[in-house]
């Protein structure tokens, strides 16, 4: 056991030994399910001081905060507007992480799995952001992004789109010969078929190796995108409609289509830390 792990035992012992189930000190009984709740509790709390990274604090009140303690249907839709949700299990939420991993349904085939708000929480203007480590494979397409369908148009806001198994530099195959990914895109489309700019972003490293923060701010007649905090990219364009949030794994486009190289199941999964919005503090 290190040393940092000692004390942070030796913290949570304390916190419940005031909660009254051990002494401090004491190697305490743990009940899982009350620790599991003082995690969550903590880090709501911490949800709440947080600003968009790389922000200014001052410029922002947060107005949707989803930190995954659980799966919340309140929240979330299992699968977007115009299909119908595929029973196969493909997501979860555990120890605070979304988890969607690339699975075969009863006909044998990988299929789509969308997580969105439609019709639950949607927001004009502000910033938005994903703290997400990606997956790898060949075919696979998750995203993170923006959208509403009024009518006939159909405005979208690309914030994350990975290919995996597209050419260098989306990704690259590794010693096992599985496809992993090093760059996304981030699109804004005044409406279907309709870009209003697009770009590729390598990120010179392997992004299925660990957790990154993909943010967006959109202003009046502008969207501006981050990777950790940092600017990659803008585009003027004057999106003026309500849009809910969507993360999804779909397969296909850039990717490819999988194979059997494409690992399958949970341990190769799209994971997901939290998402949250912002308004702007002077939002009129």
């Not at 997501?91 to 799995?113: C, H, M, Y």
């Not at 059997?260 to 830390?273: I, L, Q, R």
Request: glycine share 8%; net charge negative.
């Amino acid at each position: 056991m290190t040393a940092a792990t000692r004390v942070f035992r030796t913290v949570i012992a304390c916190a419940l030994a005031v909660a009254g189930f051990s002494a401090c000190g004491e190697e305490p009984a743990f009940d899982a399910q009350k620790v599991a709740a003082l995690a969550a509790k903590s880090k709501r709390a911490q949800a709440e001081q947080k600003t968009p990274y790389g922000q200014k604090a001052s410029d922002f009140v947060l107005t949707f905060a989803e930190e995954f303690d659980s799966f919340n249907p309140a929240v979330w839709n299992d699968h977007i507007w115009y299909e119908t949700p595929n029973p196969t299990k493909n997501f979860t939420v555990e120890k605070g992480v979304l988890k969607i991993w690339p699975q075969r349904d009863a006909s044998g085939k990988f299929f789509n799995r969308t997580l969105d708000t439609d019709g639950k929480f949607e927001q004009k203007y502000g910033y938005f952001e994903m703290e997400a480590k990606l997956l790898r494979g060949k075919g696979t397409w998750p995203a993170f992004w923006l959208f509403a369908h009024p009518g006939k148009r159909r405005p979208e806001i690309d914030i994350m789109e990975a290919y995996p198994g597209g050419i260098d530099p989306w990704g690259y195959t590794d010693d096992a010969g599985v496809s992993r990914p090093t760059a996304y895109g981030a699109t804004v489309w005044l409406d279907e078929g309709v870009s209003a700019g697009t770009r590729q972003i390598d990120a010179g490293k392997d992004l299925s190796a660990g957790f990154h923060k993909y943010g967006a701010k959109w202003e009046p007649g502008r969207v501006t995108f981050y990777l950790d905090g940092k600017q990659t990219y803008a585009v003027d364009a004057n999106m003026t409609d309500p849009m809910y949030i969507l993360v999804d794994l779909w397969f296909g486009s850039s990717s490819g289509d999988p194979d059997e190289s494409t690992p399958a199941g949970k341990a190769n999964s799209f994971e997901v830390n939290y998402i949250r919005a912002w308004q702007f503090r002077n939002h009129d």
